[in-house]
């Protein structure tokens, strides 16, 4: 008997307000890498109508002017409309950061302390991280997110071009997917919410949205009779962004990984620098994953580690292929660990860390981002060979 089932993933905008508070805290850490490799950056940021407060804990040598920086993402986004309370050059912005606590810090050098187990440079808190991949999609990402973030992406694109007048940054997608035998085969239901200019009707809204965006990014071999759209459903999008609602940086981790497919250990991304393993760890294990797709040893993996604070070496490895490798899981496992090492340290250096590439990750998704391996270091698939050598 065939197994039969929907599944659902939702991207959002640039212009959500929690994008918008991940963007200003990737751009702060861009700034602060960009002059200083080795700053330490936790930053976070809230958004409330005309409000914006920049906090977390920082040491670096850079003097990063935090006002500027979150006004220039602000208007990169698009907040640039009379009509809109939330403006870039109008909100009023707080800065409550100050420098990472000296007990973090000992347990991250790389160096001997009293207490400390090893003098390596330890992960930067304890957790544990996830990695997936699987081969429905060209990016080998769940094809859910990865439909839901091609419409997002196209939205924001036409949008900028200023050809679209009534379109507004605050949007959201969502793609439900049908699957046989865990293989998707077409789409059932499309949602979009875009925030748009007072004077336009809900029904040029939706006849752009679903002839315009819609059906030239999705693939017209899944969308049939019988797919659902839901445009604006509530008939009404003009107050959006932070005027409308509470942002604040990682409350989209879901939306920023596999959008459900594949598990998440429950720490955000943006705003960290890559000592922080929620970070640099889970980008390791999407890096993993992807590998061992690749390598055609399963059609779909999951990587799962955890880490102890100041401690360097993971304290678990996990595979898990769902019945799809070609050779066990503890073998896939064992060449894993003879391929890369899961240290904090050379996680960072095999993936290149120390840069300002963040702000590149921050919308449409952490993963499935292939035009920029050069950046984007974890979406390549050069351990392939090795990966598939290590597991004869």
Not at 58 to 66: L, N, S, V
Not at 202 to 226: C, R, T, Y
Not at 348 to 377: E, W
């Amino acid at each position: 008997m065939s197994k039969k089932f929907i599944f659902s993933s939702e991207s959002v905008g640039e212009g959500h307000p929690d994008k918008v508070c991940d963007t200003i805290s990737d751009a702060v850490l861009d700034a602060c890498l960009a002059k200083d490799p080795t700053s330490r950056v936790a930053c976070e940021t809230y958004a409330k109508s005309n409000i914006v407060i920049i906090g977390g804990e920082i040491t670096t040598k850079a003097k990063p002017d935090y006002t500027q920086i979150a006004r220039d993402a602000i208007r990169e986004i698009g907040y640039v409309n009379d009509d809109d309370v939330f403006h870039a050059d109008k909100v009023f912005i707080m800065n409550i950061v100050t420098q990472q606590s000296p007990d973090i810090s000992q347990g991250v050098d790389a160096k001997a302390a009293k207490g400390k187990k090893k003098a390596e440079q330890g992960a930067g808190d304890q957790g544990l991280m996830f990695g997936y991949a699987s081969n429905e999609t060209p990016e080998l990402m769940p094809a859910p997110i990865m439909f839901a973030h091609r419409l997002g992406r196209e939205l924001t694109n036409v949008r900028k071009s200023g050809k679209v007048k009534w379109l507004r940054p605050d949007a959201k997608s969502q793609v439900s997917v049908e699957y046989i035998d865990n293989k998707p085969v077409r789409i059932t239901n499309v949602v979009v919410s875009t925030q748009h200019a007072e004077n336009v009707q809900h029904g040029e809204i939706e006849a752009f949205i679903i002839s315009q965006i819609v059906k030239k990014v999705l693939p017209a071999n899944m969308l049939d009779k019988k797919t659902e759209y839901l445009i604006n459903p509530t008939g009404r999008f003009v107050v959006g962004g932070p005027q409308g609602d509470t942002g604040l940086t990682g409350r989209k981790i879901i939306v920023d990984s596999y959008g459900g497919m594949g598990r998440h250990g429950g720490g955000a991304f943006s705003g960290k620098d890559p000592s922080k393993v929620d970070r640099s760890a889970a980008y390791m294990g999407r890096y993993v994953a992807k590998n061992i797709v690749a390598a055609g040893l399963a059609t779909r993996a999951e990587i799962q580690f955890a880490y102890a604070i100041g401690y360097p070496d993971p304290v678990s490895v996990c595979v898990d292929t769902f019945g799809t490798g070609v050779v066990s899981d503890e073998k896939i496992a064992e060449a894993v660990q003879a391929v890369f090492s899961f240290k904090p340290a050379d996680i960072v250096k095999q993936l290149n860390l120390l840069r300002p590439i963040y702000s590149k990750t921050t919308n449409y998704g952490h993963f499935g981002k292939i035009d920029d391996t050069k950046s984007l270091t974890w979406e390549r698939t050069d351990k392939a060979a090795a990966l598939k050598k290590a597991a004869r």
